[in-house]
Nanobody
């Protein structure tokens, strides 16, 4: 399976911004739907945002809409998650995932290739 590598996590103060990156093998973002999920300590993995091969986007309205933006660079095969106004409840491990072409899905089982995750901690 294609290797996905996330970077950009860190420790920030509430209200700060971070941009996560997911580097995928060449042409992955051109052909597959890409997504970000997150998992907070003691909680289930949660959908954050997804982007289709054609650029269609969907977000978790409860947690991401209005603060997070997913984008991609097909030439470099990188998917980004720009996060602003981070809050302590955003603290989690953020995972990049690749799934089959189609409409962006919020369901984890739609994605069959996952990165190792990057830690984000937002303190108050």
């Amino acid at each position: 399976q294609a290797q996905l590598v996330e970077t950009g996590g860190g420790v920030v103060q509430a209200g700060d911004s971070l941009r996560l990156s997911c580097v995928a093998p060449r042409r992955t973002t051109m052909w597959y739907t890409m997504a970000w999920f997150r998992q907070a300590p003691g909680k289930k993995r949660e959908f954050v945002a997804a982007i289709s091969r054609n650029g269609g986007r969907t977000y978790n309205n409860d947690s991401a809409k209005g603060r997070f933006t997913i984008s991609k660079d097909d030439a470099q095969s990188i998917v980004y998650l720009q996060m602003s106004n981070l809050q302590p409840e955003d603290t989690a491990v953020y995972y990049c995932a690749a799934g089959q072409p189609g409409n962006p899905s919020s369901v984890a089982s739609s994605y069959d290739n996952w990165g190792q995750g990057t830690h984000v901690t937002a303190s108050s």
